[in-house]
T-cell receptor, first 113, second 114 residues
Framework: DQQVKQNSPSLSVQEGRISILNCDYT??????FLWYKKYPAEGPTFLIS?????DKNEDGRFTVFLNKSAKHLSLHIVPSQPGDSAVYFC????????????FGTGTRLTVIP | DVKVTQSSRYLVKRTGEKVFLECVQD?????MFWYRQDPGLGLRLIYF???????EKGDIPEGYSVSREKKERFSLILESASTNQTSMYLC?????????????FGSGTRLTVV
């Protein structure tokens, strides 16, 4: 049973515009959320995270928004650049007890020059 | 800088062969993980380890085993490789305590079973 879902397998955006990647989760015990970025033939790299005590976290061009009541988070990239083209994985963790992250299926972002 | 090293980037093995995928981390992390990544299925957990000689099954352990004899090394073993085990294999490690619950991943091993 997929506890973290990314319903859009792919997204194409023009360079300079905003990219919005969405993620939904089902487990209310999740209290820490992360986004990873993955290029082909490389391992995922950490991009940005958010704790459940916040509803927004910003790092340069990347902002993650968390809506706990809707069990939804999103990653905004603005402005999008061609180098942002990659697969983005959403992940969720419960701080107590769990020793692993639950990953979504990923969204392939293509930024068109 | 934190490092997780997977011994091979690309491997081609024959059906029925025993395959060893090696992973080493230099961060003194307690927890280590093996995932496989397949298109449309995301990252699926095969096995993880809390500590030396400790292991737990993940979501898809069938056909795999693991070994953790030293804290820094976590090996994934395909006892008898099959074509449906053709995949990208990713190793990760994580420190137990601390505010950041993120993982550090290796570069991955692309395994093809023919």
């Amino acid at each position: 049973d997929q506890q973290v879902k990314q319903n859009s397998p792919s997204l194409s955006v023009q360079e300079g515009r905003i990219s919005i990647l969405n993620c939904d989760y089902t487990n209310s015990m999740f209290d820490y959320f992360l986004w990873y970025k993955k290029y082909p033939a490389e391992g995922p790299t950490f991009l940005i995270s958010i704790s459940s005590i916040k509803d927004k976290n910003e790092d340069g061009r990347f902002t993650v928004f968390l809506n706990k009541s809707a069990k939804h988070l999103s990653l905004h990239i603005v402005p999008s650049q061609p180098g942002d083209s990659a697969v983005y994985f959403c992940a969720a963790s419960a701080r107590t007890g769990a020793n692993n992250l639950f990953f979504g299926t990923g969204t392939r972002l293509t930024v068109i020059p | 800088d934190v490092k997780v090293t997977q011994s091979s980037r690309y491997l081609v093995k024959r059906t029925g062969e025993k395959v060893f995928l090696e992973c080493v981390q230099d961060m003194d992390h307690e927890n280590m993980f093996w995932y496989r990544q397949d298109p449309g299925l995301g990252l699926r957990l095969i096995y993880f380890s809390y500590d030396v000689k400790m292991k737990e099954k993940g979501d898809i352990p069938e056909g795999y085993s693991v070994s953790r004899e030293k804290k820094e090394r976590f090996s994934l073993i395909l006892e008898s490789a099959s074509t449906n085990q053709t995949s990208m294999y990713l190793c990760a490690s994580k420190i137990v305590s601390g505010a950041n619950y993120g993982y550090t991943f290796g570069s991955g091993t692309r395994l093809t079973v023919v």
